[in-house]
């Protein structure tokens, strides 16, 4: 057996959350999410900048639970209707996920428990909702070790959400926005209040988030392709920070995913707009001048 530790309510302990070294690495985060808000400001074509970014997104955060599908496979799948396999489907239904949260922040600027399911349920395709059962677990798939138990009583779930949305949609909360991130995923997480679907839709909260707080205007920053390549480190200290309520080292893995893929974007953006003013370029010396900056951006990068 391993020892079954009650899920606190939010929030931790100051002096757990903000620790020097966290502050640190803060104002590195803070500083390169701040460049990335600044550039993509930049950018004709915000529509066509996240589509460029999103669909690299989702299909990097279903892959955190292995559900594996190559780019190739993602665009035939969106550029032809039918019967698609289920993961490329679960990818899809990801960005399809993205893209109605951000309509609902744009709509009401914060988000319900009910939005949430909704989430969960574009991702999921089904209507199983919070979970109700006790028997959910999380194990280790190699070992079938139980790694965590997440509280199981419907009541006590929908408790511990409502304390979470409270935290979630409050703008000045107690701690800094990008530290409350770490805290609110990894919260969020361990509720896990879903049958299945909950990495990928507390990943799109993550998204969402930043935009409540203003730190960027559109859903471009995505950690998954982080944790991907540090994935047993992700799944490790979410398990210490269970365990011994240590938060440190998560949370500066949470804030150093953020400055390291806020500076990947940024990366993104620069090569896009190089391409597509080489592209712009071209296609001004072309005869007859049937040259427009709009079909160019269009050709590029319509999905
Ligand atoms: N020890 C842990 N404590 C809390 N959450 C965890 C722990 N280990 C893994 N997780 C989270 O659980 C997610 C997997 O849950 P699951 O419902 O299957 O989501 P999905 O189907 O989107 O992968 C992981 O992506 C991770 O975010
Ligand atoms: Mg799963």
Same mark, same amino acid.
């Given at each position: 057996?391993?020892?079954?530790?009650?899920?606190?309510?939010?929030?931790?302990?100051?002096?757990?959350?903000?620790?020097?070294? +966290?502050?640190?690495?803060?104002?590195?985060s803070s500083k390169a999410l701040g460049e990335l808000k600044g550039i993509a400001q930049t950018m004709p074509n915000q529509a066509m900048l996240i589509n460029a970014v999103v669909l690299q997104e989702?299909?990097d955060?279903?892959?955190?639970?292995?559900?594996?599908?190559?780019?190739?496979?993602? #665009?035939?799948?969106?550029?032809?209707?039918?019967?698609?396999?289920?993961?490329?489907?679960?990818? +899809?239904?990801?960005?399809?996920?993205i893209?109605?949260?951000h309509?609902?922040?744009?709509?009401?600027?914060?988000? @319900?428990?009910?939005?949430?399911?909704?989430?969960?349920?574009?991702?999921?395709?089904?209507?199983?909702?919070?979970?109700?059962?006790?028997?959910?677990?999380?194990?280790?798939?190699?070992?079938?070790?139980?790694?965590?138990?997440? =509280?199981?009583?419907?009541?006590?779930?929908?408790?511990?959400?409502?304390?979470?949305?409270?935290? #979630?949609?409050?703008?000045?909360?107690?701690? =800094?926005?990008?530290?409350?991130?770490?805290?609110?995923? #990894?919260?969020?997480?361990? +509720?896990?209040?879903?049958?299945?679907?909950?990495? @990928?839709?507390?990943?799109?909260?993550?998204i969402?988030?930043l935009i409540?707080?203003?730190l960027l205007d559109i859903p471009i920053l995505y950690l998954s392709s982080y944790?991907?390549?540090?994935?047993?480190?992700?799944? @490790?200290?979410?398990?210490?920070?269970?365990?011994?309520?240590?938060?440190?080292?998560?949370?500066?893995? +949470?804030?150093?995913a953020i400055e390291i893929t806020s500076n990947r974007t940024i990366d993104k953006i620069n090569s896009i707009k190089n391409l597509l003013s080489k592209t712009i370029?071209?296609?001004?010396?072309?005869?007859?001048?049937?040259?427009?900056k709009?079909?160019v951006e269009l050709?590029l990068f319509s999905t």
């Amino acid at each position: 057996m391993h020892p079954i530790k009650k899920l606190d309510k939010l929030p931790p302990k100051r002096e757990k959350v903000e620790t020097l070294e +966290i502050l640190r690495q803060l104002s590195k985060s803070s500083k390169a999410l701040g460049e990335l808000k600044g550039i993509a400001q930049t950018m004709p074509n915000q529509a066509m900048l996240i589509n460029a970014v999103v669909l690299q997104e989702a299909k990097d955060s279903s892959e955190i639970e292995n559900i594996i599908t190559t780019q190739d496979e993602l #665009y035939k799948a969106l550029a032809t209707k039918g019967k698609q396999p289920t993961q490329v489907k679960e990818v +899809i239904n990801y960005r399809k996920a993205i893209f109605a949260g951000h309509e609902l922040l744009k709509k009401q600027g914060f988000l @319900r428990l009910k939005d949430i399911e909704f989430l969960q349920k574009t991702i999921i395709e089904n209507n199983a909702g919070i979970r109700t059962m006790a028997g959910t677990v999380l194990k280790n798939d190699k070992t079938e070790e139980i790694v965590y138990t997440p =509280p199981q009583e419907k009541g006590e779930i929908l408790d511990l959400l409502s304390n979470f949305l409270d935290h #979630y949609n409050i703008t000045q909360d107690n701690f =800094p926005p990008l530290i409350n991130l770490a805290i609110l995923h #990894y919260q969020f997480e361990s +509720i896990h209040p879903f049958y299945d679907g909950n990495g @990928r839709t507390g990943r799109i909260l993550n998204i969402l988030y930043l935009i409540i707080n203003e730190l960027l205007d559109i859903p471009i920053l995505y950690l998954s392709s982080y944790i991907n390549e540090n994935k047993s480190e992700y799944y @490790r200290l979410l398990n210490t920070v269970n365990k011994t309520d240590e938060w440190e080292e998560y949370i500066i893995y +949470i804030l150093k995913a953020i400055e390291i893929t806020s500076n990947r974007t940024i990366d993104k953006i620069n090569s896009i707009k190089n391409l597509l003013s080489k592209t712009i370029i071209i296609a001004q010396k072309e005869e007859p001048k049937i040259y427009r900056k709009e079909l160019v951006e269009l050709l590029l990068f319509s999905t």
